[in-house]
């Protein structure tokens, strides 16, 4: 069944755990994007949806592979529409946009990367969709980018890390942006560095006091097969030094000698790459992800956080079917990498991993938990329809402001390997749910 329209959603009312007592939750349609891939709609995205105060921005692939830029005034503004000349190679789904405003309103455009050079662009004025032409950033390392991810600091400068060479072989570059000299200078040129062995995928946040935390699987190869241990680092100035969760400081570039380790987990496990953080009010870093355990068949959606000085893992323990993850490119997988999202009530702690999964009929989902240490999950539906191989992005700094989760959806259809599907045209949504709302 193909998601034709945003009128198809109908929505679950209730949760049955006391802070998520009441499900309210609405769809916004913008237009219409290309679905032939998961190429609008993988988790990695960072964002697909980013907001400056009330305004919101967002971002997609047309049916014609053209970025398509809108905004709107939070909460319930009309969209504005502008398509962009830009284009980007739509048949393989590494090649995303992301976006994100900067502290002045200026909005950062990066699309149509898979180890080539640099396409990065920004507006011409504060809250604008009308976008300079193609600019560098520093010059330097360009020429071989992919995954590149925009972050923004309280400050309003930004962070821009992206991979630079391949799959197996590639090393993170950290460049950050200043909104007073409008400049971009490179930090590190190989943070993680895979001693030409490996590679780091890697999936980072920021918190509330400026920090930033990086966690990230080791991959030996180009076979998502080869993904193993789950590390971390953080850093307290901006990324210019970075730390270990007990505070000590590494020496740069971090590898897989010197990383700090959060678990050791085998290849072949079906470990899965480039998942999602969050960082809560004080600073503590959740890391959602799956795989499966030695003698177990099934991978499971795990959260790992860092509590009291010591790390924490929970098996969420409710899915009930095998797979197996091997090969390269992008795989079409039966379900979908998870973001998490944080936050507190009298009962402590919580927490909410959205996701998609075959074996709930490939809606959107959330597991969540009232009081984290307690390690009781309740899994809902956030719609009735399917939406295909859709994988979850949100507004991170919206969250951050209102606590309020916009969730960028749209159905699209991934073969396996960089297969291109037969799917016309298919509704760009945003999905609002606030679980805090009682």
Same mark, same amino acid.
């Given at each position: 069944?193909?998601?034709?329209?945003?009128?198809?959603?109908?929505?679950?009312?209730?949760?049955?755990?006391?802070?998520?007592? =009441?499900?309210?939750?609405?769809?916004?349609?913008?237009?219409?994007?290309?679905?032939?891939?998961?190429? $609008?709609?993988?988790?990695?995205?960072?964002?697909?949806?980013?907001?400056?105060?009330?305004?919101?921005?967002?971002?997609?692939? &047309? &049916?014609? %592979?053209?970025?398509?830029? /809108?905004?709107?005034?939070?909460?319930?503004?009309?969209?504005?529409?502008?398509?962009?000349?830009?284009?980007?190679?739509?048949?393989?789904?590494?090649?995303?946009?992301?976006?994100? !405003?900067?502290?002045?309103?200026?909005?950062?455009?990066?699309?149509?990367?898979?180890? &080539? !050079?640099?396409?990065?662009?920004?507006?011409?004025?504060?809250?604008?969709?009308?976008?300079?032409?193609?600019?560098?950033?520093?010059?330097?390392? *360009?020429?071989?980018?992919?995954?590149?991810?925009?972050?923004?600091?309280?400050?309003?400068?930004?962070?821009?890390?992206?991979?630079?060479?391949?799959? /197996?072989? /590639?090393?993170?570059?950290?460049? @950050?942006?200043?909104?007073?000299?409008? =400049?971009?200078?490179?930090?590190?040129?190989?943070?993680?560095? %895979?001693?030409?062995?490996?590679? !780091?995928?890697? =999936?980072?946040?920021?918190?509330?006091?400026?920090?930033?935390?990086?966690?990230?699987?080791? @991959? +030996?190869?180009?076979?998502?097969?080869?993904?193993?241990?789950?590390?971390?680092?953080?850093?307290?100035?901006?990324?210019?030094?970075?730390?270990?969760?007990?505070?000590?400081?590494?020496?740069?570039?971090?590898?897989?000698?010197?990383?700090? #380790?959060?678990?050791?987990?085998?290849?072949?496990?079906?470990?899965? $790459?480039?998942?999602?953080?969050?960082?809560? +009010?004080? /600073?503590?870093?959740?890391?959602?992800? #799956?795989?499966?355990?030695?003698?177990?068949?099934?991978?499971?959606?795990?959260?790992?956080?860092?509590?009291?000085?010591?790390?924490?893992?929970?098996?969420?323990?409710?899915?009930?079917?095998?797979?197996?993850?091997?090969? %390269?490119?992008?795989?079409?997988?039966?379900?979908?990498?998870?973001?998490?999202?944080?936050?507190?009530?009298?009962?402590?702690?919580?927490?909410?991993?959205?996701?998609?999964?075959?074996?709930?009929?490939?809606?959107?989902?959330?597991?969540?938990?009232? %009081?984290?240490? =307690?390690?009781?999950?309740?899994?809902?539906?956030?719609?009735?329809?399917?939406?295909?191989?859709? *994988?979850?992005?949100?507004?991170?700094?919206?969250?951050?402001?209102?606590? !309020?989760?916009?969730?960028?959806?749209?159905?699209?259809?991934?073969?396996?390997?960089?297969?291109?599907?037969?799917?016309?045209?298919?509704?760009?949504?945003?999905? +609002?749910?606030?679980?805090?709302?009682?």
């Amino acid at each position: 069944m193909r998601l034709i329209s945003f009128l198809s959603f109908v929505f679950c009312t209730a949760f049955a755990s006391s802070a998520l007592a =009441q499900l309210k939750s609405t769809v916004i349609s913008p237009g219409t994007g290309w679905a032939n891939n998961s190429i $609008n709609t993988v988790v990695f995205r960072k964002n697909s949806l980013a907001s400056f105060g009330n305004i919101q921005f967002i971002a997609w692939y &047309n &049916n014609e %592979g053209y970025v398509v830029l /809108g905004k709107r005034r939070l909460p319930a503004g009309k969209w504005q529409l502008k398509t962009t000349p830009y284009k980007g190679n739509t048949a393989d789904a590494h090649n995303t946009i992301s976006i994100m !405003a900067d502290g002045d309103g200026f909005l950062h455009l990066a699309w149509d990367h898979h180890n &080539n !050079a640099l396409r990065y662009c920004k507006s011409v004025a504060p809250g604008s969709l009308q976008m300079s032409d193609k600019l560098p950033m520093t010059g330097l390392l *360009e020429e071989r980018v992919t995954y590149p991810e925009f972050h923004r600091l309280p400050n309003g400068n930004l962070i821009f890390l992206y991979r630079d060479g391949q799959s /197996g072989q /590639g090393n993170l570059v950290i460049n @950050r942006y200043d909104i007073h000299t409008k =400049q971009w200078k490179q930090l590190h040129n190989n943070l993680i560095d %895979g001693e030409n062995q490996r590679n !780091a995928y890697w =999936q980072a946040c920021t918190d509330k006091s400026g920090g930033l935390h990086v966690s990230w699987v080791w @991959r +030996e190869s180009g076979d998502v097969a080869s993904n193993h241990d789950l590390c971390y680092a953080k850093s307290e100035d901006g990324g210019e030094t970075w730390l270990k969760s007990n505070g000590e400081k590494y020496q740069l570039p971090i590898n897989a000698s010197t990383a700090e #380790y959060i678990c050791h987990i085998p290849q072949k496990s079906e470990l899965i $790459n480039q998942t999602s953080m969050y960082a809560d +009010e004080e /600073g503590h870093p959740f890391i959602a992800s #799956y795989w499966r355990t030695e003698g177990d068949s099934i991978p499971q959606y795990r959260v790992a956080y860092l509590l009291n000085h010591a790390w924490q893992l929970q098996n969420l323990a409710f899915r009930k079917t095998p797979f197996t993850l091997s090969g %390269g490119g992008t795989k079409r997988i039966p379900i979908s990498r998870p973001q998490i999202v944080c936050w507190k009530d009298k009962s402590g702690i919580c927490a909410a991993v959205i996701f998609r999964d075959e074996e709930r009929g490939n809606k959107v989902s959330v597991a969540s938990c009232n %009081g984290i240490g =307690q390690n009781k999950w309740i899994v809902k539906d956030l719609t009735a329809s399917p939406v295909g191989s859709w *994988e979850p992005s949100y507004d991170t700094e919206w969250w951050k402001q209102k606590k !309020a989760l916009h969730l960028f959806v749209q159905y699209t259809e991934q073969k396996d390997a960089e297969g291109k599907a037969d799917v016309p045209a298919q509704p760009v949504q945003v999905l +609002e749910w606030n679980p805090l709302k009682k």
